[in-house]
């Protein structure tokens, strides 16, 4: 299974980034993909997650409102759309595949929290400066 994101760069406040992750090796019917950021000196956070077969999404407070993640199945590819970008969102972004779905918030805030993923890409950086 490989993951592979892409779509980070320099950007400036209020600003626009589209990532993109793109997933092979599984059955991209299945699972749930997530999208993590680890800024420098601090712990890694789970900011949005979707599950193909139920089409849930969930977000991280910091977020919401901000970010939309969304599936392109024929493609095989997570898009994670950044909107007002802030300085403190700059960090490496990361996406990640959890085998499992389930019709659950519970399931969804649960891996934002704890980063329970079953495999990673190797992160993309985004900067937001002027």
């Known amino acids: 299974v490989q993951l592979v994101e892409s779509g980070g760069g320099l950007v400036q406040p209020g600003g626009s980034l589209r990532l993109s992750c793109v997933v092979s090796g599984f059955d991209f019917d299945d699972g749930t993909i997530g999208w993590f950021r680890q800024a420098p000196g601090k712990e890694r956070e789970g900011i949005s997650c979707v599950s193909s077969r139920f089409s849930r999404g969930e977000y991280s407070d910091s977020v919401k409102g901000r970010f939309t993640i969304s599936r392109d199945n024929a493609k095989n590819t997570v898009y994670l759309q950044m909107n007002s970008l802030k300085p403190e969102d700059t960090a490496v972004y990361y996406c990640?595949?959890?085998?499992?779905?389930?019709?659950?918030?519970?399931?969804?805030?649960?891996?934002?929290?704890?980063?329970?993923?079953?495999?990673w890409g190797k992160g993309t950086l985004v900067t937001v400066s002027q």
């Open positions: 990640a595949l959890n085998r499992e779905a389930y019709y659950s918030d519970v399931f969804y805030r649960t891996l934002l929290r704890t980063g329970r993923m079953d495999y």
